[in-house]
């Protein structure tokens, strides 16, 4: 890898019971990762595994009071961001560090013209004229592929289709000309089509402007196309890591195995049954076993995974997995 | 049973008013179902797959065609009319929390259909309750929880068990596994497949997801501003997809080592309140030719199938 851009070390999230009696969940434990410039990175797991949390603990968005970071660096640009103080955050959240959610209607004010919304970021942190601002976001929009711009700007949110509202999110995010986009879910409202068009997009703007995305998602189809890089998520934990093309080729962990031969794919054989993951993931707000927390749903399970969880252990191609069964007994 | 095919739909055409507007959801749709068979129904949001669905339920009301089970019409029938055939016609959700009433218990919820449909009381109600949970996967003695103390998955499955509870022949099933995760939909898929195997029910099987197609149905119908623009045995649709609508939603679905295919106009579907005129695809086809803006396109029946395009037949 190059140039890091974003270097998260021992991160660690913890949401407080919303009830008196309940226990404390460790929703993210212990998660490192990076993201190289210009690089494409899939954060991928099942609902509940911690990948938007993760985003949210970044971008300093965690619920509060209940959610918060309780340990772990995340180093951006050079710089220890749980380091800065509010003033310094909130200057690199929304403008080095951009986001994009799955849906945008709940990121647009429906009464505000399209326009209007693109402008009031660029006016506000750098004092740009309002005709200047306007002129921006109008060849913004043609680039992120809504056609005739300018009338779009005077469009309220309500008025535009699901796809050119998520374009138009791009484009807010691209006002600031981010070093980092953070993208949850971004295509998982849309159709196919418009989907595909969608990450092409995504695709283009990091080749044209050197910006480095971190996607978060549960669709490993979407990961397998648009991605350098994949993360694998499980209970909170990274529980494998590497180039998209290896891990997915021949994946090191059991869950990653598990989660491809789950997901039905348009290429496979006609009519082959998917091999189920029987179970469900561990709650984390018991008191968490000593041993792997995916052993119970282990199809590769052995006596030693009960008793301790097994380190994240990275080899020299850039992968790393944590599991206990050693690699060359895996196939 | 009479030669007749399980499901067969003629012509069928759902109408709604919007003020002064009317709003074709569904056009002149045919085909045939088979006991044992599932039909994929695909297309994107807002195509009219759901509305047909429900059309075929007598959920909606048509405004023409035909609907026959086993030669027996359903169309134009009152909800009195319906109730020798509710049993043999049943419908599962996407989204189980919108369907399964959160003060009624599991056993309740899946008993509900035995007493109302066969009167079963007591002992004999809870062993067929416990019977249905065991045959969908589920823990009988998990049978006096409430819905909330069920996951998405274990939910999806109380709303099969009820449907299952009054022996149906046609199962219709509108993306059932959209809302789960990919682990637990895979459970839920393989549940329909081996009780498709067992009981030989027909279904018609509504998702947007062609993967899951692909795993699952023997035929597809690809449906496009309410019109029916190919129908084909699954493997032919896969291998060669006939009707350019058909390849480009296969050709958009994103998968490992292959960047999918986007158009490059950022194409979208046009408003079903306004369809443009000729074939209603040529605006977003890329095979499209002067006469597909003028020409309206008619089913052309081709082996096990159909394709409605210009420039086929």
């Given at each position: 890898m190059s140039e890091r851009v974003l270097r998260v070390e021992d991160l660690s999230v913890r949401i407080e019971p919303d009830r008196p009696g309940g226990l404390p969940v460790r929703a993210v434990d212990g998660v490192s990762f990076e993201v190289g410039r210009g690089e494409v990175v899939g954060l991928v797991g099942e609902s509940g595994c911690g990948k938007t949390l993760t985003s949210l603990a970044l971008l300093d968005l965690l619920p509060r009071p209940r959610g918060r970071i309780t340990s772990g660096r995340i180093g951006f640009e050079g710089r220890d961001l749980r380091a800065l103080s509010e003033v310094e955050r909130r200057a690199v959240r929304g403008q080095e560090m951009a986001m994009i959610f799955q849906d945008p209607m709940t990121s647009l004010n429906p009464y505000l013209r399209i326009g209007e919304q693109l402008i009031e970021g660029t006016m506000w942190h750098?004092?740009?004229?309002?005709?200047?601002a306007l002129a921006?976001?109008?060849?913004?929009?043609?680039?992120v592929g809504i056609p005739d711009a300018a009338d779009r700007l005077r469009a309220f949110p309500h008025e535009l289709s699901g796809g050119m509202r998520q374009r138009v999110m791009i484009a807010m995010a691209l006002l600031s000309d981010p070093s980092l986009?953070?993208?949850d879910e971004p295509t998982t409202a849309l159709d196919v089509t418009t989907q595909a068009q969608i990450l092409a997009l995504l695709s283009d703007l990091r080749a044209e402007r050197g910006m480095s995305v971190l996607l978060i998602t549960h669709d490993l189809g979407v990961v397998g196309s648009a991605c350098d890089r994949v993360l694998v998520m499980y209970a909170g934990r990274?529980?494998?890591?590497?180039?998209?093309d290896a891990v997915f080729g021949d994946p090191a962990h059991p869950y990653t195995r598990a989660l491809l031969r789950a997901t039905p794919r348009v290429d496979g054989p006609p009519r082959e049954a998917l091999q189920s993951l029987e179970g469900l993931p561990p709650r984390l707000d018991a008191k968490v076993t000593a041993g792997c927390l995916f052993a119970p749903r282990c199809d590769r399970v052995r006596s030693d995974c009960w008793t301790a969880e097994p380190p994240l252990v990275a080899d020299e191609q850039g992968r790393a997995r944590r599991c206990w069964v050693p690699r060359e007994e895996f196939e | 049973m009479n030669g007749a095919p399980l499901l067969s739909v003629r012509g069928l055409s759902v109408d709604f008013a919007l003020g002064e507007a009317r709003l074709r959801a569904v056009d002149r749709v045919s085909f045939d179902l088979e006991a044992g068979r599932t039909l994929a129904l695909v297309g994107e949001s807002g195509c009219g797959k759901s509305t047909l669905a429900r059309a075929i339920a007598g959920l909606l009301p048509s405004s023409e065609g035909s609907v026959q089970l086993r030669g027996d019409e359903l169309l134009g029938l009152s909800r009195r009319g319906w109730r020798p055939f509710r049993r043999r016609v049943q419908m599962v959700f996407q989204d189980p929390d919108a369907s399964l009433n959160p003060r009624m218990n599991a056993s309740s919820l899946i008993g509900e259909p035995l007493v109302v449909h066969q009167g079963l009381r007591g002992a004999r109600l809870d062993e067929a309750v416990c019977e249905l949970m065991e045959r969908v996967g589920l823990d009988p003695a998990l049978r006096t929880r409430f819905p909330h103390a069920f996951s998405g998955g274990q939910r999806q499955r109380i709303g099969i068990a009820r449907a299952l509870a009054v022996e149906p022949e046609l199962l219709l099933c509108d993306e059932v596994t959209s809302a789960l995760?990919?682990?637990?939909?895979?459970?839920?898929?393989e549940l329909l497949r081996g009780l498709q195997d067992q009981l030989g029910l027909g279904i018609l099987f509504i998702t947007h997801d062609l993967g899951v197609v692909r795993h699952l149905a023997h035929d597809v119908a690809v449906m496009y501003l309410g019109e029916l623009v190919e129908r084909a045995p699954a493997d032919r649709l896969f291998a060669e997809p006939s009707h350019p609508y058909s390849r480009l939603l296969l050709s958009a679905v994103p998968r490992v080592g292959h960047r999918p295919a986007a158009q490059a106009d950022g194409g979208e579907v046009p408003s079903p309140l306004a369809p443009p005129p000729g074939c209603r695809f040529h605006p977003r086809c890329v095979e499209g030719v002067e006469r597909c803006a003028r020409e309206v396109p008619e089913?052309?029946?081709?082996?096990?199938?159909?394709?409605?395009?210009?420039l086929r037949g």
């Open positions: 750098s004092g740009t004229a309002r005709r200047v921006r976001a109008e060849s913004l929009l043609t680039r986009l953070i993208a990274i529980v494998e890591s590497g180039p998209v | 995760d990919v682990s637990i939909q895979a459970q839920i898929l089913e052309i029946d081709v082996a096990e199938g159909i394709v409605r395009c210009l």
